[in-house]
Structures are given as structure tokens and as C-alpha cells.
């Protein structure tokens, strides 16, 4: 185990002592240039790791998670106390915090805790994804581990348990599916990327977001048919993208907003090419909308925007991809319910849309149309999170 690995433990257990004592876990305010995990927004589960259930209109610490010590954040749950976040260590062990009603948080209770703490069990870890509804998802030595609801087969066990009984408070296998790259959870459906570069879905299936051609819910991975060379996948409340190695994108599910960017708002059951868009590097999906990042560092934007989420100066929504303007060197993103985030290679962090909790970080709860800074230039930030359900924003 390394120093940083064991210090980051330590910390956390210092926390559960200090919160056992009523004693306040974190500073209200991050300084911009702090080594730690930042966090901001709602935070009524306390899906913020502050140790509080306040919310935080600027970022605030995640107690004693240290950047340098991360791999990856993920968000999940809605705008409510199921509310969570992961943060998977470079030691390969994860840990969660937030609301925990439907086991989401993988500690073998249901109970919430406002600071991190280890998920059970896991070692070895190399990716995960918390979901826009109460579960999550983690790669393993190329086999996928799931827990939490599993209301529509999402945690991929061949098993669908609606009723509280059937709660994964601790992780469980996903039947059938090797060699997995990567994973992606959307409100209700999972998404995984093997690395033959095809892709496979489960769960949820109302609007055809698992992209096999049919409205059937799965509760075992299916391959999504004439996909074989994807380099990534997101996935979206109900609708799911995928960049091909070619630098296009496909998509697929709902379309009400005009999220699939195919210059209409028909769901589809199977991928459609987003139209008028190419020399794509990276995507990324918000509730019911989506964002590209080409490879001159510019953001391309569609679906929805009643609260000006794409960046654009306006409301309304887009069927096909438009320039966020005035962005460029643009590293990384994410999507939330009506707010996005973008941190570019100077390592300032900019948000946009609603604001309703302080999700945008600037100090102020009045949304935005156009880009605001979150966190300066020089912040060690390099990659940012948000659930696609949630109101709240990390920066790590």
C-alpha cells in the first residue's frame, strides 16, 4: 500500500471520529490552489463528502481525498438525499459517499454518510461510473461489478428486484461480459466497452437507449449491433453516445430534445450517426443533451437547453450540434441535469446553466447561459464530474 494510499485512510478515519463528535469536517471554502478533491452544489445527502448536508455555492474540500491520490470521480442519483459520489483511488480501491438509500454507496448498509469511506470488498479497480439513479458500476480485471437498485435489470446479474429486498448493498457480478474497457451509467441502463471496441447494454429499455432495436428491459448485457470500432461510450439519462474510432459519433434512445443530434426528436432503438460532426476526440452526455470536443480543443453541443446547459446563450434546444462560443482548450467535461462544466488546459474550471443550488461554483445561486468561472487558472484541476441527474459539481 502506498503512503499517499495510507495517509488518504487515515484522514478519512480521522473524519468518522471528528463527524462521531459533532465536530465540523471540512473548511466551507476550498482555497482555489488546494490539494484536495473540490465539491460544490447541492449537497442534501451529503453527496458533497464535506461532511455536512449544506449546500456549497464555491468548491469546498471532500474530506481528505487528495487529487494526486485519484484516478477517477463519478457522480450519481438524482436531485434528492440518493444523491452520491465515488472516487476511485490510483491504488485501485474505491471509496463513496452521499445518500445511500438503495445500497448505491456499496458498503453492505443503506445508510448515508456525508464523507468517503471504502467501498466493501473492492480491489483492483480501473474504472467506474456512478449512475444518474441510486447504482454503480466498476471494472475489474475486464469483468464489470454492479450494486444498488436494480429496479430494471441495470445491475446486469440476471436479476430484476423492484422491491427493497432485492438492494445490491455490496458489489455483484455482471453475468457474461469480459475484457471490458470501460463503463457508463445512465438514469436507469448501463453501458459497457469491451476492448474489441464493441459496445454492450443493459437495463432499462423504454426508449430504446440499450440500442438493441427493441423496448425490452435486459437484465443481462446485449451486444448494441454494428458497433465494432468505439473508443468511447457516455451515457445519458435515457439515450446513450459512442465515438468511433474515426472521430464521428453515434447515438442512440431518447430524442425528445434532440439529444441523438440527428435533426430530429425521434427516439431511436438503434445508432444513428449525430450529424454534421466530425474530428471528434472526446464525448460526454448530460440529462437530455450532449456535448463533443473536437480535436481543436472547441465544444459542439445539442438536445436539451430550457436552462441554457449548452453554452450557446440561449434556451433553446438543438437537434443538431452548434459551437459553444468562446470556448476553446477545452480538456475535459461533464454533463449534469441543467448545468455543465468544462475544465480547459490551463486548469480553470468553467460551468454554465442552472444554478439553483450553486452547482456553477461562483459564488452566486443566478443561473447562466454563457460560461463562468468556477475555479481560476493554475487550480490543479484537470477533470471534472457530475451526475447527469444531479445538482451537484467536483473538480479534481
Same mark, same amino acid.
Given at each position: 500500500? !502506498?503512503?499517499? &494510499?495510507s495517509?488518504? @485512510?487515515?484522514?478519512?478515519?480521522?473524519?468518522?471520529?471528528?463527524?462521531?463528535?459533532a465536530?465540523?469536517?471540512?473548511?466551507?471554502?476550498?482555497?482555489?490552489?488546494?490539494?484536495?478533491v473540490?465539491?460544490?452544489g447541492?449537497?442534501?445527502?451529503g453527496?458533497?463528502?464535506?461532511?455536512?448536508?449544506?449546500?456549497?455555492?464555491?468548491p469546498? &474540500?471532500?474530506?481528505?481525498?487528495?487529487?494526486?491520490?485519484?484516478?477517477?470521480?463519478s457522480?450519481?442519483?438524482?436531485?434528492?438525499?440518493? /444523491?452520491?459520489?465515488?472516487?476511485?483511488?490510483?491504488?485501485?480501491?474505491? +471509496?463513496?459517499?452521499?445518500?445511500?438509500?438503495a445500497?448505491?454507496?456499496?458498503?453492505?448498509?443503506?445508510?448515508?454518510?456525508?464523507?468517503?469511506?471504502?467501498?466493501?470488498? +473492492?480491489?483492483?479497480?480501473? !474504472?467506474?461510473?456512478?449512475?444518474?439513479?441510486?447504482?454503480?458500476?466498476?471494472?475489474?480485471?475486464?469483468?464489470?461489478?454492479?450494486?444498488?437498485?436494480?429496479?430494471?435489470?441495470?445491475?446486469?446479474?440476471? +436479476?430484476?428486484?423492484?422491491?427493497?429486498?432485492g438492494?445490491?448493498?455490496?458489489?455483484?457480478?455482471?453475468? !457474461?461480459?469480459?475484457?471490458?474497457?470501460?463503463?457508463? #451509467?445512465?438514469?436507469d441502463?448501463?453501458?459497457?466497452? @469491451?476492448?474489441?471496441?464493441?459496445?454492450?447494454?443493459?437495463?432499462r429499455?423504454?426508449?430504446?437507449q440499450?440500442?438493441?432495436?427493441?423496448?425490452?428491459?435486459?437484465?443481462t448485457?446485449?451486444?448494441?449491433?454494428?458497433?465494432?470500432?468505439?473508443?468511447?461510450?457516455?451515457?445519458?439519462?435515457?439515450h446513450?453516445?459512442?465515438?468511433?474510432?474515426?472521430?464521428?459519433?453515434? !447515438?442512440?434512445?431518447?430524442?425528445?430534445?434532440?439529444?441523438?443530434?440527428?435533426?430530429?426528436t425521434?427516439?431511436?432503438?438503434?445508432?444513428?450517426?449525430?450529424?454534421?460532426?466530425?474530428?471528434?476526440?472526446?464525448?460526454? #452526455?448530460?440529462?437530455?443533451? /450532449?456535448?463533443?470536443?473536437?480535436?481543436?480543443?472547441t465544444?459542439?453541443?445539442?438536445?436539451?437547453?430550457?436552462?441554457?446547459? +449548452?453554452?450557446?446563450?440561449?434556451?433553446?434546444?438543438?437537434?443538431?450540434?452548434?459551437?459553444?462560443?468562446?470556448?476553446?482548450?477545452?480538456?475535459?467535461?461533464?454533463?449534469?441535469w441543467?448545468?455543465?462544466?468544462?475544465?480547459?488546459?490551463?486548469?480553470?474550471?468553467?460551468?454554465?446553466?442552472?444554478?439553483?443550488?450553486?452547482?456553477?461554483?461562483n459564488?452566486?445561486?443566478? &443561473?447562466?447561459?454563457?460560461?463562468?468561472?468556477?475555479?481560476?487558472a493554475?487550480?490543479?484541476?484537470?477533470r471534472?464530474?457530475?451526475?447527469?441527474?444531479?445538482?451537484?459539481?467536483?473538480?479534481?
Amino acid at each position: 500500500m !502506498s503512503y499517499r &494510499s495510507s495517509y488518504v @485512510r487515515a484522514v478519512v478515519a480521522a473524519a468518522v471520529a471528528l463527524a462521531a463528535l459533532a465536530v465540523p469536517a471540512a473548511p466551507a471554502h476550498a482555497e482555489p490552489r488546494d490539494p484536495w478533491v473540490r465539491a460544490w452544489g447541492l449537497n442534501i445527502g451529503g453527496q458533497l463528502g464535506n461532511g455536512t448536508t449544506l449546500d456549497q455555492p464555491t468548491p469546498g &474540500s471532500v474530506v481528505g481525498v487528495a487529487r494526486a491520490d485519484v484516478r477517477e470521480v463519478s457522480a450519481g442519483g438524482f436531485n434528492s438525499n440518493v /444523491s452520491f459520489a465515488l472516487a476511485l483511488l490510483s491504488d485501485g480501491t474505491v +471509496l463513496s459517499w452521499g445518500g445511500n438509500t438503495a445500497g448505491q454507496l456499496g458498503n453492505g448498509t443503506t445508510t448515508a454518510q456525508s464523507f468517503p469511506a471504502a467501498v466493501a470488498g +473492492l480491489s483492483g479497480v480501473t !474504472s467506474v461510473s456512478a449512475a444518474g439513479g441510486p447504482f454503480a458500476l466498476a471494472v475489474r480485471g475486464g469483468r464489470v461489478l454492479a450494486w444498488g437498485t436494480n429496479a430494471y435489470g441495470q445491475l446486469g446479474n440476471g +436479476l430484476t428486484t423492484p422491491d427493497k429486498d432485492g438492494l445490491a448493498t455490496r458489489p455483484v457480478s455482471v453475468q !457474461s461480459l469480459n475484457r471490458v474497457r470501460d463503463v457508463s #451509467a445512465g438514469c436507469d441502463h448501463s453501458v459497457a466497452l @469491451r476492448q474489441d471496441g464493441t459496445v454492450w447494454t443493459w437495463g432499462r429499455n423504454d426508449l430504446g437507449q440499450l440500442g438493441t432495436g427493441t423496448e425490452a428491459d435486459r437484465n443481462t448485457p446485449q451486444k448494441v449491433p454494428g458497433l465494432d470500432d468505439v473508443v468511447a461510450v457516455a451515457a445519458g439519462c435515457r439515450h446513450t453516445l459512442a465515438l468511433t474510432a474515426g472521430g464521428t459519433v453515434k !447515438s442512440w434512445g431518447s430524442n425528445s430534445n434532440g439529444q441523438l443530434g440527428d435533426d430530429s426528436t425521434e427516439h431511436r432503438r438503434v445508432p444513428v450517426d449525430v450529424r454534421h460532426l466530425d474530428g471528434v476526440t472526446k464525448v460526454f #452526455a448530460g440529462a437530455y443533451q /450532449s456535448y463533443a470536443v473536437l480535436d481543436d480543443g472547441t465544444v459542439r453541443a445539442w438536445g436539451w437547453n430550457g436552462q441554457g446547459q +449548452l453554452g450557446d446563450g440561449t434556451t433553446a434546444d438543438r437537434t443538431t450540434p452548434v459551437p459553444v462560443p468562446g470556448l476553446s482548450d477545452v480538456q475535459e467535461m461533464a454533463g449534469g441535469w441543467q448545468h455543465t462544466l468544462a475544465v480547459l488546459t490551463d486548469q480553470s474550471v468553467l460551468a454554465w446553466g442552472n444554478n439553483s443550488n450553486g452547482q456553477l461554483g461562483n459564488g452566486t445561486t443566478e &443561473s447562466s447561459r454563457t460560461p463562468v468561472t468556477a475555479l481560476p487558472a493554475g487550480s490543479g484541476t484537470t477533470r471534472v464530474a457530475t451526475s447527469v441527474a444531479n445538482k451537484s459539481s467536483y473538480a479534481y
